[in-house]
């Protein structure tokens, strides 16, 4: 059974760097890109983060270049979003993704986690 279990949201003060985590199940997860997505009451899903099968390469959306940061250990099936200046327009539901590398057709979906940036 395919998982990608999301941790890590919560209430963060402005200014925040909290970490969130997908941990990855039931899937070969080093032959999968790995994205993180967000969205926002009453707005559509965005991308935020990506990164490569072998974590040699990443890009970012431009609001949360410099700030935000994707990483993964394919060791521990797990992939990360670094958020650091936290600001609130960050607050949304962060969705992880997973696509198979040679695949446009095979994917899955967390279930998201909610991040509040608030004082």
């Known amino acids: 059974q395919v998982q990608l279990v999301e941790s890590g949201g919560g209430l963060v003060q402005p200014g925040g760097s909290p970490r969130l985590s997908c941990a990855a199940s039931g899937f070969t997860f080093s032959n999968y890109a790995m994205r993180w997505y967000r969205q926002a009451p009453g707005k559509e899903r965005d991308f935020v983060a990506h990164?490569?099968?072998?974590?040699?390469?990443?890009n970012y959306a431009d609001s949360v270049k410099g700030r935000f940061t994707i990483s993964r250990d394919n060791a521990k099936d797990t992939v990360y979003l670094q958020m650091n200046s936290l600001k609130p327009e960050d607050t949304a539901v962060y969705y992880c993704y997973a696509k198979l590398y040679d695949s446009s057709s095979v994917y899955y979906w967390g279930q998201g986690t909610q991040v509040t940036v608030s004082s």
């Open positions: 990164i490569t099968r072998a974590g040699g390469l990443t």
